[in-house]
């Protein structure tokens, strides 16, 4: 079965804009999860990307200096 959420994902963000993208997805997400688990690997996912969007952001503002 093909998901394209799952697919957006499993791809990986490109620009800080599609880190937010996915973060809001994700808690979106954590909104519906149905067990700790799942919400505690949605909050790490989350995290991921945050993390994702700040190394993002700081190459970006290296390269414009």
């Known amino acids: 079965m093909y998901d394209k959420a799952y697919y957006?994902?499993?791809r990986g963000?490109?620009?800080p804009d599609?880190?937010?993208y996915f973060i809001r997805k994700l808690y979106r997400q954590l909104k519906r999860a149905y067990t700790v688990d799942e919400?505690?690997?949605i909050i790490?996912?989350?995290y991921k990307y945050k993390?994702?969007?700040?190394?993002m952001e700081v190459k970006?503002?290296?390269s414009s200096v």
């Open 8 to 10: 957006e994902l499993y």
């Open 13 to 15: 963000p490109e620009t």
């Open 18 to 20: 599609e880190c937010e």
């Open 51 to 55: 993390d994702q969007k700040k190394e």
């Open 39 to 41: 919400a505690k690997a």
């Open 60 to 62: 970006q503002w290296q």
């Open 44 to 46: 790490e996912e989350i």
